[in-house]
Structures are given as structure tokens and as C-alpha cells.
């Protein structure tokens, strides 16, 4: 850089600093490069001296081809992303950040944070989130037609704890970075429907859908040797601190007919920030009566992109038996589902915040599914923010929305849901939560590799 003062140079044009540079990388699985429906392809990152990812301006690129000759598949709301079921990274044997379920995962924070806009625009060229009829955006996503084939991108700051701390992420290390995504099978992200009428879809099987050409596009920044040696020495011990959230998931089913339900969710953190949950029908409605008497078909039904409430009345987070930042439990009324869910977006005094489905039907209403296949509504997010300096502006997969991070510590504690139904005929479902927890990710210095500190 330049040591002239600055009386010497051209404010309009300043003088070029040369001690970075910034790069594109294309990366390839090692795995395999095409591979039906519940494939794990795996990349490896490479070691570079004074280099980093740019994961805001990164993404994974892969394409879907439906291989059927009369079924049309048809993704959730979320679109692609919601096809990939666990996404791991690991940095010399030991594991990083693991996302489980992130169909449902992403299906829930899409819902929660995704404008109408985005949907149609954007969010339907890279991720195929624009539904053929309009009035069914925000239930499902577009269609893949039999034999049509169709490219996606998605930014890698959504897919893991470290790469969405906002920061860019060094690749200084001993040992690569390995990043493996796990495909769902071929009805965890969507829907089929058949046009031929020959029954084909009763014999669909994971290879109607092949996964393929998978590009890993990484934006990299490298810094010469001294603007390097700065930035660590200005690291306490050389040692690079990333604060991120890291994503949990805790699986339960509550059982059919009964008018409250405790749900021990063993959150083993030290500072446990938010807690989001959603409800997935295990059964629908029958071609007689409308009630439902049918159970739902993975094949057929979008059973990991709808939501219920099933007649939820109230809920209550509880550490050791009490209640944690409600001290009354929080309705299950729609207004104040969509005022907590605000709240956890950073979005309650804002005009502009998302409200889940985007047409007529009452998202926040969904108590049962009647319909002989599944809707896609999916306002019913039972949401609570637990950081005490409440998030102020941001979205999920950006931690610098909030500064302050002061959570709730569960070490040693019991943590439980507490729900209260206002009726007994609600039927079984599955409770998906996802708690939301500070993740401190060291840099060491002196082995060059990356540890889960907190």
C-alpha cells in the first residue's frame, strides 16, 4: 500500500492497493459426478497459504433430471435446496457443523424469511421456487416434466455453521476442508403426479431422479504474505474465532388424540439462541369423507414442505421445569404465531416482513389436512427467540444480524416443549425442532486446523 500522505494523491482516483487478489474456483465431487436420488457426493477443499472463501458470494451447482417417461415431479416451496437431506463439513477427521433434515429445515426458514418477490424472481431462476399456478406460490415449487432436465444454484452461506458466520473463512490449514452433501430419495423434496395413467408411479424408485454435474463455485480471496500476517497477529494467540449459529434438529411424534404433550428435547448448550419447530400430517383426508382416514403417501404427497397445527392451543419452552422468556405460555392463535416468527426474523416493526403463504389459504389456520394430497401450507412455525439482545435486522444464515449474542445456557439442564391442544381429536404427527445455538469455531494457529470451541 501506499505510504505517500494523502494530500499527495487523487481522492477521485485513489491509488490501487496490490496486496489481494480475488478468484473463481470450480471444484467437482471426488466421489462420483451423476448419481440417482440418496447419493452423498463428497468435496474436498484444498489447503492454500493466505486464502480465503467468500461464502456470500459462493454456491453449489447441480442439476435434476427426471429420468420417467410419464411422471412430473414437483418440487416444495422451497425448491432444490429442500432435495438435499444432511450437509456435513469436516476439517481433519473431526466434524464441524452437521444439518440433518434440511429439507424441512429450509422448507421452514424459506417460509419464514422469503417475499413473494423473490419467489417469482430470483428465487425461480436459481432455485425453481415459482409454482405454475401462481395461486399455489409459497405451497410448492415448479415442475420437472418427464425426461426434462434443469440446473440450480444455491449460495453455500445456507448450508453449514461456519461458512454462515458472515465472515470469509481462511483455507490456511494442515488438512482440506470435506463438504458432503446427502441427497434425499426421490420423494423427500417434492412430489410426483403420472400423465400416462399406466400406473407408473407405483414403481417409481430413487432412480427417477439423477443427480448431476455438481460444481462447487467458490469465490476465493488471497492476501499477499504481510496484509496476512496482520490480519492474524490481530487474533489473540494467531487464532482466528468464527461466532456462528450452529443448527440442531430434535425429532418426536405426538400421538393422536391427547390434550397435552411434554416433548424432552436434551439441548446440551452453553448458549442456546433460538428454538424453531414445525408439525408434519402423517395422515389426510379420504375421498368420502373429507376426514382423515388416509395415510400419507410419500410419493405423491409434499409430506416434508407442510405444516399443521393440529389444533395447537398453547406452547412453553421450559428449562428445569420453568419457563424460559415467556412466563405465560405463547397462544397458539394465529396473530401470535406470526407475531413470534416476526420476532425471530428481526421483522416485527417492519412493513416489509414475510408471512409465510402467499394466496388465500389459511396458513395459519392449517389445524388438519382434509384434502386428498397434502396443500403445502406452512405458516405454522412455532417460533421463540431467545438471544436477550433480540435480533434487529438480518436473515438466518447472516449471525452478524445480531452483535450482542447472550443465549440461554442448558448444559446441565433439562429443556422440554410443552404443549396444550384444544382438542382431543387431533391426529399423530411429527414434531421437527431445530434449535439455533452460538457455535464458536477456532482457527488454531498451531496445528492449522479447525475446532469446535463452544
Not at 96 to 102: A, G, H, R
Not at 113 to 126: A, F, R
Not at 171 to 193: C, E, K, P
Amino acid at each position: 500500500m501506499s505510504v505517500l500522505p494523502d494530500r499527495f494523491l487523487n481522492k477521485k482516483h485513489p491509488h490501487s492497493s496490490a496486496n489481494a487478489t480475488s478468484y473463481v474456483s470450480r471444484q467437482v465431487p471426488l466421489n462420483v459426478q451423476e448419481a440417482p436420488a440418496s447419493t452423498t457426493f463428497n468435496f474436498r477443499i484444498g489447503t492454500l497459504p493466505n486464502t480465503f472463501i467468500d461464502p456470500s458470494a459462493s454456491f453449489l451447482k447441480y442439476s435434476v433430471e427426471n429420468t420417467t417417461d410419464h411422471c412430473t415431479f414437483e418440487l416444495g416451496a422451497a425448491g432444490a435446496p429442500a432435495m438435499i437431506e444432511t450437509i456435513t463439513l469436516l476439517n481433519s477427521g473431526s466434524q464441524l457443523s452437521q444439518y440433518q433434515n434440511y429439507g424441512v429445515f429450509r422448507t421452514m426458514k424459506n417460509s419464514m424469511n422469503c417475499s413473494s418477490d423473490w419467489l417469482l424472481g430470483p428465487g425461480s431462476v436459481m432455485q425453481g421456487t415459482q409454482a405454475d399456478d401462481n395461486d399455489d406460490l409459497g405451497l410448492v415449487g415448479e415442475k420437472l416434466a418427464p425426461g426434462a432436465e434443469r440446473t440450480y444454484v444455491d449460495p453455500i452461506c445456507n448450508h453449514t455453521s461456519l461458512f454462515n458466520c458472515g465472515k470469509y473463512i481462511s483455507l490456511d490449514l494442515v488438512d482440506n476442508l470435506d463438504l458432503r452433501y446427502t441427497f434425499g430419495d426421490a420423494f423427500y423434496g417434492g412430489a410426483w403426479s403420472e400423465t400416462g395413467g399406466n400406473n407408473e408411479i407405483a414403481n417409481l424408485n430413487d432412480a427417477a431422479l439423477k443427480i448431476k454435474s455438481l460444481e462447487l463455485v467458490l469465490t476465493l480471496v488471497q492476501l499477499d504474505g504481510a496484509t496476512a500476517s496482520q490480519l492474524r497477529a490481530a487474533h489473540p494467540d494467531n487464532n482466528i474465532c468464527y461466532e456462528c449459529r450452529g443448527i440442531g434438529r430434535i425429532s418426536s411424534t405426538i400421538p393422536q388424540g391427547v390434550s397435552a404433550h411434554n416433548v424432552n428435547l436434551g439441548l446440551g448448550y452453553s448458549s442456546l439462541m433460538a428454538l424453531n419447530g414445525v408439525m408434519l400430517p402423517q395422515r389426510k383426508g379420504d375421498i368420502v369423507s373429507g376426514r382423515q382416514n388416509t395415510l400419507v403417501v410419500n410419493k405423491v404427497d409434499h409430506q416434508n414442505s407442510t405444516f399443521v397445527s393440529n389444533y395447537l392451543k398453547n406452547w412453553l419452552f421450559l428449562i428445569d421445569g420453568s419457563p424460559i422468556e415467556n412466563q405465560r405460555p405463547i397462544r397458539g392463535d394465529p396473530a401470535e404465531i406470526a407475531a413470534f416468527q416476526q420476532i425471530a426474523t428481526g421483522n416485527l416493526h417492519k412493513f416489509d416482513g414475510q408471512f409465510s403463504d402467499y394466496n388465500s389459504v389459511p396458513a395459519y389456520e392449517n389445524d388438519a389436512e382434509t384434502g386428498l394430497n397434502l396443500s403445502g401450507s406452512k405458516g405454522y412455525v412455532l417460533s421463540q427467540e431467545l438471544c436477550i439482545y433480540k435480533q434487529k435486522s438480518g436473515h438466518w444464515a447472516d449471525s452478524e444480524m445480531s452483535v450482542m449474542c447472550e443465549g440461554r445456557g442448558t448444559l446441565s439442564s433439562s429443556t422440554a416443549f410443552a404443549l396444550e391442544f384444544s382438542e382431543s381429536s387431533g391426529e399423530q404427527v411429527q414434531l421437527e425442532v431445530f434449535p439455533e445455538y452460538r457455535q464458536l469455531i477456532v482457527l488454531d494457529s498451531n496445528t492449522k486446523t479447525y475446532r469446535v470451541s463452544q
